[in-house]
């Protein structure tokens, strides 16, 4: 009797449970709209699991979520914080369902489809304190704690997003985050292509290893010889990280949405680690382990469990005090990723990062623009002409009215002697000005122009620059003029050398210059160790400053380009005028002794996930002491030159190389010429990280089609399938590709064009040299 009440009880609470949770199979399962992607969520011994299946092969095993808090006077419970790792009852679960289809200003479609099921779970802390001394004789009672955190996940077709939420509360009004703990247990010893965890730094060469191998592969990976390396720990990497499993998942760890927050890095937890964490300690080489960093149970005190083996721990970037976030709720964190397919194809044309960024926060958005440009630059990289327009100090000292000192020592420009070797100057301007409106460019970049760059770098120096005043050899008004005269734009530079306090006080007056002249884009950068002094490239503060700048760049209609900032998560949705970002090691490093040829085959995979990349390619001369000093040399042929135009995605895309180098291969400079940077579809044709990639795409507002492929260091057979041009029409084709004898280190200008009519249903096979790639324009006969 009490056996069969007990059946009908649950029965009835089950039945209970499935209206309220429609979406679930079960409480805190949540599947994907097609099912494929599931993901569980429970908590056990007062801590919050979470796990994640693909077409029931697990993606992620069960893995902890947690925050450890610092005990701090500027906490709302100062001394007697406690952290947000256990402790924890489920109060209240919530699911529900969402489907849109959103327009972006610009991008790799013209629509996008956000369609997700999402779980929100609240959990409680509840405990009792000690009671606070009273008098004599007085019996004062135990004071009572309660306090609640959601956390909310997203789970789509290929792949899950979750978060942190914080209401506003007594006990959780202000917290200073000690770190964060969000594991990802990876099922088993899968292939990586990864970054080394670096506070301040994303211009490494990408690591291909098992997960086992991480550590021992780490030394040989860093290069110190950046201007900024902050490398914290032997098994550290960075996000996006991209992976491989042995049954043939192809994983993806990333985040979205970082506003407010430090950047995250990820460490994994392998067979040799002694500690949650290990720490690049007193400078040097070495790595030691850093013990304290184990978070202790609130409960117990005792530590933690270590995670098991293959399992990544979030690590956030500190800031100059050491801590890795200052929050005010309500707030929320980031969004955590993991994408997730059985296809590699899935990886690149996922929006999955996007989709979990709020929608677009401009009103107007009209003077957003796709833009092709050139600039004076690549001399200045290579070494054959400088930023700087005199040799005759070794130090300067700008004139300010905000920092009177009267020490000073005021350069007057005007009295210096010209090194000769200035770029920046009104012929070579008018030179390159000229060059961009014979070829259809929109705009030019300048760098140099602007008084400061004697003494500009790696000094750690706050008043560096003014952003407003050029060198005596450039007449911003008269070059402003000329460029509008003939349909072009010229693009501003804003180098920071990494001094935020410098660059802010002085941008409004900077911006208001660029509206003056009519610049509507700005290049920034910030190479060198960041200003206030002991913080990073990738805290909470920076990433304030660096969307700070955004936002004030709106206000002027100003797009913005930001180099050496951090890794974009998807914010280009929310703030479209960012249009471009650097965050890994671009084109320039062909100047600086190369990149390997596989490393445009991995990028995609990796540092693209959150946004476009202002890679700066179409190198056509690889061989740079052909025109300088210089003996680096480019790993890349030509026609892999084109193809990065379709395989490296942006809205901002240069051509990088000389005029008078492009002007050797006319023939093939007419794909950039005519390539689009803003497309209606993209579809991925072939794929597989670090070895090729070939993508379709079709130009916004056209019939006319354009198909990348770029390969690494072996070559590649590309087959293209023409199904995706429209039925009963006819197009021109014309196909740029490597000669046969082609390679990227013994003949990497071997090229052929070739020109044939297709239409829908043909198939091109294209053989890619060692290093090279393919081009292709379909055009409406």
Same mark, same amino acid.
């Given at each position: 009797?009490?056996?069969?009440?007990?059946?009908?009880?649950?029965?009835?609470?089950?039945?209970?449970?499935?209206?309220?949770?429609?979406?679930?199979?079960?409480?805190?399962?949540?599947?994907?709209?097609?099912?494929?992607?599931?993901?569980?969520?429970?908590?056990?011994?007062?801590?919050?699991?979470?796990?994640?299946?693909?077409?029931?092969?697990?993606?992620?095993?069960?893995?902890?979520?947690?925050?450890?808090?610092?005990?701090?006077?500027?906490?709302?419970?100062?001394?007697?914080?406690?952290?947000?790792?256990?402790?924890?009852?489920?109060?209240?679960? %919530?699911?529900?369902?969402?489907?849109?289809?959103?327009?972006?200003?610009?991008?790799?479609?013209?629509?996008?489809?956000?369609?997700?099921?999402?779980?929100?779970?609240?959990?409680?802390?509840?405990?009792?304190?000690?009671?606070?001394?009273?008098?004599?004789?007085?019996?004062?009672?135990?004071?009572?704690?309660?306090?609640?955190?959601?956390?909310?996940?997203?789970?789509?077709?290929?792949?899950?997003?979750?978060?942190?939420?914080?209401?506003?509360?007594?006990?959780?009004?202000?917290?200073?985050?000690?770190?964060?703990?969000?594991?990802?247990?990876?099922?088993?010893?899968?292939?990586?292509?990864?970054?080394?965890?670096?506070?301040?730094?994303?211009?490494?060469?990408?690591?291909?290893?098992?997960?086992?191998?991480?550590?021992?592969?780490?030394?040989?990976?860093?290069?110190?010889?950046?201007?900024?390396?902050?490398?914290?720990?032997?098994?550290?990497?960075?996000?996006?990280?991209?992976?491989?499993?042995?049954?043939?998942?192809?994983?993806?760890?990333?985040?979205?949405?970082?506003?407010?927050?430090?950047?995250?890095?990820?460490?994994?937890?392998?067979?040799?680690?002694?500690?949650?964490?290990?720490?690049?300690?007193?400078?040097?080489?070495?790595?030691?382990?850093?013990?304290?960093?184990?978070?202790?149970?609130?409960?117990?005190?005792?530590?933690?469990?270590?995670?098991?083996?293959?399992?990544?721990?979030?690590?956030?970037?500190?800031?100059?005090?050491?801590? %890795?976030?200052?929050?005010?709720?309500?707030?929320?964190?980031?969004?955590?990723?993991?994408?997730?397919?059985?296809?590699?194809?899935?990886?690149?044309?996922?929006?999955?990062?996007?989709?979990?960024?709020?929608?677009?926060?401009?009103?107007?958005?009209?003077?957003?623009?796709?833009? %092709?440009?050139?600039?004076?630059?690549?001399?200045?990289?290579?070494?054959?002409?400088?930023?700087?327009?005199?040799?005759?100090?070794?130090?300067?000292?700008?004139?300010?009215?905000?920092?009177?000192?009267?020490?000073?020592?005021?350069?007057?420009?005007?009295?210096?002697?010209?090194?000769?070797?200035?770029?920046?100057?009104?012929?070579?301007?008018?030179?390159?000005?000229?060059?961009?409106?014979?070829?259809?460019?929109?705009?030019?970049?300048?760098?140099?122009?602007?008084?400061?760059?004697?003494?500009?770098?790696?000094?750690? #120096?706050?008043?560096?620059?003014?952003?407003?005043?050029?060198?005596?050899?450039?007449?911003?008004?008269?070059?402003?003029?000329?460029?509008?005269?003939?349909?072009?734009?010229?693009?501003?530079?804003?180098?920071?050398?990494?001094?935020?306090?410098?660059?802010?006080?002085?941008?409004?007056?900077?911006?208001?210059?660029?509206?003056?002249?009519?610049?509507?884009?700005?290049?920034?950068?910030?190479?060198?160790?960041?200003?206030?002094?002991?913080?990073?490239?990738?805290?909470?503060?920076?990433?304030?400053?660096?969307?700070?700048?955004?936002?004030?760049?709106?206000?002027?209609?100003?797009?913005?380009?930001?180099?050496?900032?951090?890794?974009?998560?998807?914010?280009?949705?929310?703030?479209?005028?960012?249009?471009?970002?650097?965050?890994?090691?671009?084109?320039?490093?062909?100047?600086?002794?190369?990149?390997?040829?596989?490393?445009?085959?991995?990028?995609?995979?990796?540092?693209?996930?959150?946004?476009?990349?202002?890679?700066?390619?179409?190198?056509?001369?690889?061989?740079?002491?052909?025109?300088?000093?210089?003996?680096?040399?480019?790993?890349?042929?030509?026609?892999?030159?084109?193809?990065?135009?379709?395989?490296?995605?942006?809205?901002?895309?240069?051509?990088?190389?000389?005029?008078?180098?492009?002007?050797?291969?006319?023939?093939?400079?007419?794909?950039?010429?005519?390539?689009?940077?803003?497309?209606?579809?993209?579809?991925?044709?072939?794929?597989?990280?670090?070895?090729?990639?070939?993508?379709?795409?079709?130009?916004?507002?056209?019939?006319?089609?354009?198909?990348?492929? #770029?390969?690494?260091?072996?070559?590649?057979?590309?087959?293209?399938?023409?199904?995706?041009?429209?039925?009963?029409?006819?197009?021109?084709?014309?196909?740029?590709?490597?000669?046969?004898?082609?390679?990227?280190?013994?003949?990497?200008?071997?090229?052929?064009?070739?020109?044939?009519?297709?239409?829908?249903?043909?198939?091109?096979?294209?053989?890619?040299?060692?290093?090279?790639?393919?081009?292709?324009?379909?055009?409406?006969?």
């Amino acid at each position: 009797m009490r056996k069969g009440l007990l059946v009908a009880v649950v029965g009835i609470m089950a039945l209970y449970l499935f209206k309220l949770l429609p979406l679930t199979a079960a409480a805190g399962e949540i599947k994907s709209p097609n099912g494929n992607v599931v993901l569980t969520f429970s908590v056990e011994d007062g801590r919050p699991v979470y796990s994640v299946t693909y077409k029931g092969r697990p993606v992620v095993l069960p893995s902890h979520l947690g925050l450890e808090l610092a005990k701090d006077k500027h906490a709302s419970m100062g001394m007697n914080e406690r952290d947000l790792m256990d402790g924890f009852s489920l109060e209240k679960e %919530k699911t529900s369902t969402f489907d849109e289809t959103w327009q972006p200003v610009w991008g790799e479609t013209r629509n996008i489809r956000n369609h997700y099921n999402e779980y929100v779970a609240t959990l409680t802390q509840q405990w009792r304190s000690a009671p606070p001394k009273g008098r004599a004789g007085m019996q004062l009672q135990p004071r009572r704690h309660h306090r609640s955190i959601l956390i909310r996940f997203r789970v789509y077709d290929d792949g899950i997003g979750f978060r942190y939420e914080f209401p506003q509360q007594p006990e959780l009004n202000y917290f200073l985050i000690k770190d964060e703990h969000s594991e990802f247990r990876m099922a088993g010893d899968h292939t990586a292509w990864w970054l080394p965890g670096d506070y301040d730094t994303q211009e490494q060469e990408t690591q291909e290893t098992k997960l086992s191998e991480i550590r021992s592969r780490m030394k040989e990976a860093v290069n110190w010889g950046n201007s900024s390396v902050a490398v914290f720990s032997e098994t550290g990497v960075q996000t996006s990280l991209q992976m491989k499993s042995q049954d043939g998942l192809y994983i993806n760890i990333h985040e979205a949405a970082c506003t407010d927050y430090a950047t995250m890095h990820l460490e994994l937890v392998d067979a040799e680690t002694t500690a949650l964490t290990t720490q690049l300690g007193g400078g040097s080489n070495a790595y030691t382990p850093n013990p304290d960093k184990v978070p202790g149970s609130s409960v117990t005190g005792e530590p933690y469990p270590l995670p098991e083996p293959f399992t990544f721990v979030s690590h956030l970037t500190p800031d100059a005090t050491g801590l %890795k976030g200052c929050m005010q709720t309500p707030c929320e964190t980031p969004w955590r990723t993991v994408m997730v397919s059985d296809d590699a194809r899935d990886m690149l044309s996922s929006n999955l990062i996007l989709n979990l960024n709020e929608p677009c926060a401009l009103d107007d958005v009209s003077w957003i623009h796709p833009t %092709k440009y050139c600039g004076v630059w690549w001399e200045m990289i290579v070494g054959k002409s400088s930023w700087h327009y005199t040799d005759d100090y070794p130090s300067i000292k700008l004139g300010d009215d905000a920092f009177p000192n009267s020490q000073s020592s005021i350069i007057n420009y005007q009295l210096a002697k010209p090194n000769g070797r200035h770029a920046a100057n009104n012929e070579k301007v008018k030179r390159y000005i000229d060059f961009a409106a014979k070829n259809g460019l929109d705009q030019v970049l300048v760098e140099g122009w602007n008084v400061g760059w004697e003494d500009w770098a790696n000094m750690w #120096k706050r008043d560096v620059f003014d952003f407003q005043t050029p060198y005596p050899d450039f007449d911003i008004q008269m070059l402003n003029d000329y460029a509008h005269a003939k349909g072009v734009k010229l693009l501003m530079h804003h180098e920071t050398s990494s001094s935020t306090q410098n660059y802010e006080r002085h941008m409004e007056k900077a911006f208001q210059l660029m509206n003056k002249y009519g610049y509507d884009a700005v290049k920034t950068g910030y190479v060198g160790d960041i200003i206030p002094r002991g913080d990073h490239h990738y805290s909470q503060s920076m990433n304030n400053h660096y969307l700070y700048v955004v936002k004030e760049a709106a206000k002027h209609h100003i797009m913005v380009n930001a180099h050496e900032a951090t890794r974009p998560t998807g914010l280009c949705r929310t703030y479209p005028n960012l249009v471009g970002n650097e965050s890994a090691r671009g084109t320039e490093y062909e100047a600086f002794g190369g990149s390997r040829p596989d490393h445009t085959c991995i990028l995609p995979f990796t540092r693209l996930q959150g946004g476009p990349m202002d890679y700066t390619p179409g190198i056509f001369v690889t061989r740079l002491s052909e025109w300088s000093d210089n003996t680096s040399w480019a790993r890349i042929t030509i026609a892999g030159s084109l193809a990065l135009y379709l395989t490296m995605y942006s809205p901002l895309q240069m051509a990088a190389d000389l005029p008078e180098n492009y002007e050797k291969f006319d023939d093939a400079f007419q794909f950039i010429r005519d390539v689009a940077c803003d497309w209606d579809e993209s579809i991925y044709l072939e794929a597989e990280p670090a070895d090729y990639i070939t993508v379709a795409r079709k130009a916004k507002g056209t019939d006319n089609w354009f198909i990348g492929g #770029k390969c690494d260091e072996n070559g590649h057979q590309a087959v293209i399938k023409l199904d995706f041009l429209d039925k009963g029409r006819k197009y021109d084709c014309t196909i740029y590709a490597d000669a046969k004898d082609a390679h990227y280190e013994t003949n990497p200008q071997a090229y052929v064009i070739l020109h044939k009519t297709v239409k829908q249903g043909d198939v091109l096979k294209v053989k890619e040299a060692p290093g090279g790639g393919f081009a292709v324009s379909l055009k409406i006969k």
